[in-house]
């Protein structure tokens, strides 16, 4: 299983129509559209000797199109083994899109950014933020068809020793950060969370920690 990729698109209400063209085709697929004849290709490409008919189309798809195969393809022009995902619903794939937000997820990494300056020619203003499933990411900004980084984050700091442990084995795990983390604009402050959450918080000092800790599970739990 690939490690996910959460990308968020925002636009302005006057662009909700384009955005949702764009987000029941995909991303990637809808700006650079891949070509047909990549569909009877495998990854990796086989031997001749295993799959002539297949070995001959990539040899002349790598002659035309650059890539012997549809996941070197995707790598080359997306960025990405495959296109914004979408989730099942009412017998039928649909995107995750919400008014004016489109939600998706891609393998290993964000698309291209290239995909996101042919976005920028189709919607001018818009914002976009990509976060790996660990935690690290990076915020952009689109202006008047421009393209601008405005703030990227690696992974949080957590403390690994015996604080970090489940104080009881039935319940969440204590978990320290060692210094104020900020990602979106917002800073979190150094202390303990419940399950390495940042949107768990639970205190500065230990005995803080664990008078919410307590509250959390309803219980009693005698600190050091």
Known sequence: MPNWVYNNIEVEQQYTEKLKQIAHVGVCQYFKPQPEAYGDTKSPTPIKEDDSYVYELSQLLLKHHGSENWSDWRRKHWGVKWDASKHWQHGDYIPYLKGRYYRFDTPWSPPNISIFELLAKEIPNFSYWWEEEQGFGQEWECVDG?????????????????????????????????????????????????????????????????????????????SK
């Open 146 to 222: 421009e393209l601008r980084l405005i703030s990227e984050w690696d992974l949080p700091d957590w403390k690994d020793n015996s604080d970090s442990k489940k104080p009881l084995e039935s319940c969440g795990t204590l978990s320290y950060l060692m210094e104020d983390y900020t990602k979106l604009g917002e800073t979190y402050c150094k202390g303990y969370y419940l399950e390495y959450d940042l949107n768990d918080y639970l205190g500065s000092t230990y005995k803080k920690a664990m008078k919410e800790y307590n509250e959390h599970y309803n219980m009693t739990h005698v």
